[in-house]
């Protein structure tokens, strides 16, 4: 019997350093650490995770890509002294590698505009970020291009919501492109708010009924409603509507939060794929599903809530990863999962960093999560720390 002690011993100590560990990540703020991931990302791309990624679902190769450059493009916003000449460089890598065959390849060059919303949105927010940086003439051009592009697509269309792929329509593609053309008028002269103002009304026409926000996706010619409104779709808008209209993203945020932040089990906080009340199956976009929250979802709403300047759901939900998220540190790099999943760190780097672009920071909204969050969890660790010790403990006692 006593051959086991050292056994239960070592037990014990690893479930208690693994508990501290936890309440540690849980209390510490979860801001840092984006320079370490940096360095991660870049050579997982080196190493062919973009083409990966694309096995997985059809914009794995573009988002990684898209979300390294974004992050550099705000880190050298934030520290032009210490940053700047590498986050241009960076920055310029990764849309170069977008502006290629193989960034292309998933989009069809038939549609309006080129390539598809998807496509002309994200490269067109990327280029636009890279200009607050530095102003190549030829970088300078291609954007007043692509952005002229898009605008005459959105002119012409009799839908605010444009296809990203033949026949296929989502309202979030359209919102990033319409982002885009706001990021126009802030670093060059201004020249699309009239097609801005019209877009914003054609989405207030055409808003989910269910739940009084942007639909996941819609009809192609007429931009009706066609699927319920969804966490995946949902944390992305929300990311790029504070830089659209200000006053709009303040009412739509808060309804998303109402009806998609939740605390399963009293443990969260996460991010609902469907709406409360509505069941639905998982998919590419949402991953697997559990008690109804995606992971996906939940990550890109660290970036959407501090956008909107709700830091307590913020730092909520980044603490969370912190303690759900497996992160590997080192003093060179910095990884969540073991590194098995890099488009996961490309889009948690991509949130931490999030800041509007072309608004101001908007006045906080009220808490999006109680103050006292955290004590479900941290009582589970406990638990899970001191209950190796209780039988000894309690042995003691009794020939005490």
Not at 40 to 65: I, K, N, S, T, V
Not at 69 to 89: I, K
Not at 271 to 296: F, H, I, M
Not at 341 to 364: C, E, H, N, Y
Request: hydrophobic share 45%; charged share 20%; no cysteine.
């Amino acid at each position: 019997m006593h051959s086991w002690y050292p056994v239960r011993r070592t037990v014990a100590i690893a479930l208690t350093l693994v508990a501290l560990v936890g309440a540690l990540r849980l209390v510490v703020p979860a801001t840092g650490g984006v320079d370490r991931q940096l360095p991660f990302l870049r050579a997982a791309l080196d190493d062919g995770a973009a083409d990966e990624a694309q096995g997985l679902f059809p914009e794995g190769y573009f988002f990684l890509h898209v979300l390294y450059g974004l992050t550099w493009v705000e880190l050298g916003r934030r520290d032009p002294a210490g940053h700047r000449a590498r986050a241009v460089r960076e920055a310029r890598w990764a849309l170069q590698r977008l502006d290629s065959e193989a960034g292309r390849a998933p989009f069809s060059p038939g549609l309006t505009p080129q390539y598809g919303v998807f496509y002309r949105g994200w490269t067109n927010w990327l280029r636009g970020g890279l200009l607050t940086l530095d102003r190549d003439p030829a970088e300078v051009r291609r954007f007043a291009d692509d952005s002229a592009a898009l605008a005459a697509a959105f002119d012409a269309a009799p839908t605010p919501y444009l296809m990203a792929y033949p026949g296929q329509a989502w309202p979030v593609d359209s919102t990033v492109a319409i982002a885009s053309l706001r990021l126009h008028d802030a670093v060059l002269p201004p020249r699309y708010a009239a097609t801005v103002e019209r877009w914003l009304a054609g989405v207030r026409d055409r808003l989910d009924p269910r739940t009084g926000l942007l639909p996941h996706r819609a009809d192609p010619v007429t931009g009706s409603p066609v699927e319920v409104a969804r966490g995946t779709s949902q944390s992305v808008i929300h990311r790029f509507l504070p830089d659209i209209d200000p006053a709009f993203a303040r009412e739509q945020f808060l309804a998303f939060r109402e009806r998609f932040v939740v605390r399963p089990l009293a443990l969260g906080p996460a991010v609902r794929e469907y709406p409360e009340g509505v069941d639905g199956t998982a998919d590419v976009d949402s991953g697997p599903l559990l008690l109804g929250v995606s992971l996906s979802a939940t990550v890109v709403t660290i970036g959407a809530a501090r956008v909107n300047h709700d830091t307590a759901l913020a730092g909520a939900l980044a603490n969370y990863g912190e303690l759900a998220g497996v992160p590997v540190d080192t003093p060179w790099t910095k990884r969540y999962a073991f590194g098995l999943a890099p488009i996961g760190d490309a889009f948690l780097a991509w949130s931490k960093t999030a800041r509007p672009w072309v608004a101001a920071q908007p006045a906080p909204p009220s808490p999006g999560v109680p103050w006292w969050w955290r004590a479900p969890l941290l009582a589970v660790l406990l638990v899970l720390g001191a209950g190796p010790w209780l039988p000894a403990l309690a042995r003691r006692r009794r020939h005490a």
